[in-house]
């Protein structure tokens, strides 16, 4: 994945994080992505450090639904059969 997919994957995850306080009128505790110091705006920073950004973010999104004990998406077989997107 190439630096600036990154940090628009980066920004997407802030932004989901983002919404989803803003639905539940709740914050989304994220101490330990917090505390790495990297935010989407912070191009001059490694690949590396953004790929562990996101994913300690996501890891503290989805800990955060788990703890509140929040419905998980079920998909009905019905959906599973639709295309969704073709690759060509």
Request: charged share 30%.
């Amino acid at each position: 994945m190439q630096k600036e997919e990154l940090l628009h994957l980066h920004m997407l995850m802030v932004h989901v994080k983002r919404y989803f306080e803003e639905i539940c009128g709740e914050e989304i505790s994220t101490q330990r992505y917090m505390s790495l110091d990297v935010s989407p705006v912070h191009i001059h920073k490694n690949k590396k450090f953004h790929k562990e950004a996101i994913l300690i973010l996501g890891e503290e999104i989805v800990s955060y639904i788990r703890s509140r004990n929040m419905p998980l998406l079920e998909y009905t077989n019905e959906a599973l059969q639709k295309k969704v997107a073709v690759e060509h």
